[in-house]
């Protein structure tokens, strides 16, 4: 079983719809969860940063993380076509301390939101 | 201010022949990690460099080798090149101090394999 499963898509949705993105994960220890958003031939961006179980909200994206059930999520409202990338989940696994950690991604989702 | 800037944008390499990737971090960063990511999957850790030391290690071979400046910029190394090491190479930089674990990355660099 992968640490991280997230479905690789394709999603295909119109625009000014609500886009859910989702990522499970199996090692509990993890601490922090991030979603970045990479266009294509781009690197990674960083979209948003977590720590607690809850929703974050920073403008139309929304980030929830259940840590009982292993789920985090990301939502985007009145989506876009800039908002065409793919998205990648990725969470943090500290190690000795603090000053060590590790950073694990999943496949990421594809995602092409239609004029 | 400058983000993180990578080098070259693209290589061709043949089988067995030897890379560098060059990688410049953000402006106030002193770490930098790198990252394989393989067509249409996600990045694959491969080690992160704080002071000029190797701290971190993904499961890579020792092929994969790399270096940090006393200016905070690094290099990645790679030997005896195979077909499988085809990918996007990405360098991310974040501050070694602290709890802020934010990794900002460079456009990456697209090394196909021949």
């Known amino acids: 079983q992968k640490e991280v499963e997230q479905d690789p898509g394709p999603l295909s949705v119109p625009e000014g719809a609500i886009v859910s993105l989702n990522c499970t994960y199996s090692?509990?220890?993890?601490?922090?969860f991030m979603w970045y958003r990479q266009y294509s031939r781009k690197g990674p961006e960083l979209l948003m940063y977590t720590y607690s179980s809850g929703n974050k909200e920073d403008g139309r994206f929304t980030a929830q993380v259940d840590k009982s059930s292993k789920y985090i999520s990301l939502f985007i409202r009145d989506s876009q076509p800039s908002d065409s990338a793919t998205y990648l989940c990725?969470?943090?696994?500290?190690?000795?301390?603090?000053?060590?950690?590790?950073?694990?991604f999943g496949k990421g989702t594809l995602l092409t939101v239609n004029p | 201010d400058a983000g993180v800037t990578q080098s070259p944008t693209h290589l061709i390499k043949t089988r067995g022949q030897q890379v560098t990737l060059r990688c410049s971090p953000k402006?106030?960063?002193?770490?930098v990690s790198w990252y394989q990511q393989a067509l249409g999957q996600g990045p694959q850790f491969i080690f992160q460099?704080?002071?000029?030391?190797?701290?971190q290690r993904g499961n890579f071979p020792d092929r994969f080798s790399g270096h940090q400046f006393p200016n905070y910029s690094s290099e990645l190394n790679v030997n005896a090149l195979l077909l499988g090491d085809s990918a996007l190479y990405l360098c991310a930089s974040s501050l070694g101090a602290g709890d802020s674990y934010e990794q900002y990355f460079g456009p990456g660099t697209r090394l196909t394999v021949t």
């Open positions: 402006s106030g960063h002193d770490t």
């Open positions: 460099y704080y002071e000029e030391e190797e701290r």
């Open positions: 090692n509990s220890a993890f601490q922090y």
């Open positions: 990725a969470m943090i696994l500290i190690l000795r301390g603090g000053s060590n950690y590790k950073l694990t």
